[in-house]
């Protein structure tokens, strides 16, 4: 194999690293973005203070510092130590470890602040008339967000989703501030190597999967268009 | 005591009294309508009744039992529960724009059903659900576009769908908030006309609060003109239209010369 084939093979193994990254980011940041959000909402005043001091520090110090303090802050501090995978499959093993484990729970926490007040603005931007007509057909709060509010707000909130989504497919190369081994760590490694055509490989790699995405939020949103607000 | 009684009801928003000792009752089948400017205090009598806005003081009853008091029911059960003696339908139709005109009335309709069957409630429906929608789409001229979308139907006709799917819980009493303001002039003669069919043929309740003077005069049996909070008059209509008292010549004088 060349020196391409080996580096092609490297990066691709820095982009699963990425990807998984990527996607349980969303997996957790989502749902806990809509929970922040009802909080944030609620008519309980010390709740909502509570996590609007939340969502201003998450929005307002840098994710790279967050990433750093979720990884060493609960071990300096209290002896916690982030868990380890021992399945024994060295790829896994490797690929979610320790370290990964934590950029995670940073990532997590820090979009679902973004996504928290992206929800808000999009449940508030529906008219008033939806909830009432919900409530005075004898639909519960709950009834009345689940079947009512949650498409609409969904068809609302794509374009400004999509920002952020797009956006955290670039962010994950923060993670090699604590050495998780994504692609742009993985492309780093062949820079000290001396190599710095792989930079820009690791580039491509990048845009190729915002392209997809962006592809995939098109059709969202045209999936979207019978519902005219 | 009449069938829906209203008594001693206030409201105010701080300083501001709203609602002022708010009096009246109507029988079964009757049809009530409630005139008067903006921000006299007609629609927020309309919210109240159907739970959209609390009340200072006061009580509503319907055949005896009481609907409304300034004690808010604190389980949203409760409240469900009572809502269901009320449909109403809004100035600016508020139909669910991701729904389709059918499924616009089987939402809450399949909703209520399910909850009425976890508290071990008698259904509302007297036939399958489809045929119910349909009798409801056709009480109303639009049994030929149960699959269109809101967006795509005129104000006149997403009014008639929402009047249809105010009517599917099957409400003792219907009320309407302005259901023609928000349409073009030619359009509120389709609704006007559903609406008076629903007194004519089918001998709803209504509460009907209007702009529309020469609608209230026809399918009124009563007419309630409020003015700053309080009822300044109330009776039949040749009463109120033929009222001595100054506020209501006044008023009538001035909606008179702007419909012409």
């Known amino acids: ?229 | 005591m009449g069938y829906f009684v209203v008594r001693n009801l206030y409201k105010s928003y701080g300083k501001n009294l709203v609602l002022d000792d708010i009096n009246f009752s109507i029988e079964k089948g009757q049809v009530l309508s409630i005139i008067g400017r903006s921000g006299c205090g007609k629609t927020t009598l309309l919210r109240s009744l159907n739970y959209l806005e609390s009340i200072d003081s006061g009580e509503v009853y319907l055949e005896d039992e009481l609907l409304l008091s300034n004690e808010f029911p604190k389980k949203e059960n409760d409240i469900i529960k009572k809502r269901i003696h009320y449909g109403l339908v809004f100035q600016s139709f508020n139909l669910f724009p991701q729904y389709n005109v059918y499924q616009n009335i089987e939402l809450p309709l399949k909703l209520m059903e399910e909850k009425r069957k976890k508290d071990n409630l008698p259904s509302l429906l007297n036939k399958r659900i489809e045929e119910e929608i349909l009798e409801l789409l056709d009480k109303v001229g639009l049994k030929n576009k149960m699959d269109i979308y809101p967006s795509q139907l005129s104000g006149g006709q997403c009014q008639r769908v929402a009047i249809a799917r105010a009517m599917a819980l099957k409400p003792d009493i219907l009320c309407f908030d302005e259901p023609t303001s928000a349409l073009d002039p030619e359009l509120t003669g389709e609704v006007l006309k559903v609406i008076l069919e629903l007194k004519v043929k089918y001998h709803l309740t209504m509460i009907i609060v209007t702009h529309e003077m020469a609608f209230a005069k026809t399918i009124s049996d009563k007419v309630m003109f409020m003015d700053g909070g309080k009822i300044v008059d109330y009776g039949s209509p040749d009463d109120v239209f033929n009222s001595q008292n100054e506020k209501t010549k006044n008023f009538l004088k001035s909606s008179i010369t702007l419909n012409q």
């Open chain 1, 1 to 229: 194999m060349g020196q391409f084939g080996s580096v092609t093979l490297e990066l691709l193994n820095g982009l699963a690293s990425s990807f998984f990254l990527f996607i349980l980011t969303l997996l957790i940041s989502i749902p806990l973005g809509l929970l922040m959000c009802f909080c944030t909402m609620s008519k309980f005043k010390p709740l909502s203070w509570l996590f609007q001091g939340i969502v201003l520090v998450l929005r307002g110090t840098p994710l790279m510092l967050q990433i750093f303090v979720i990884f060493y802050v609960p071990g300096l501090l209290f002896g916690f130590q982030w868990p380890t995978m021992n399945t024994g499959w060295s790829w896994f093993d490797a690929t979610f470890s320790t370290r990964f484990i934590a950029a995670l729970v940073a990532f997590g926490i820090n979009y679902a602040a973004y996504f928290s007040e992206i929800f808000r603005g999009g449940i508030q931007s529906i008219p008033k008339g939806q909830f009432e007509a919900g409530a005075v057909l004898g639909m519960s709060r709950r009834e009345i967000f689940r079947k009512v509010i949650l498409l609409q707000m969904i068809k609302r909130i794509v374009p400004p989703m999509g920002n952020e989504i797009i956006t955290l497919v670039k962010d994950t190369s923060l993670a090699n501030v604590i050495a998780v081994t994504e692609l742009m760590f993985r492309a780093q490694q062949q820079l000290n190597k001396g190599l710095i055509w792989p930079i820009f490989y690791a580039g491509l790699f990048y845009f190729l999967f915002n392209a997809l995405i962006t592809y995939l939020l098109k059709i969202a949103e045209r999936k979207l268009e019978y519902i005219k607000i």
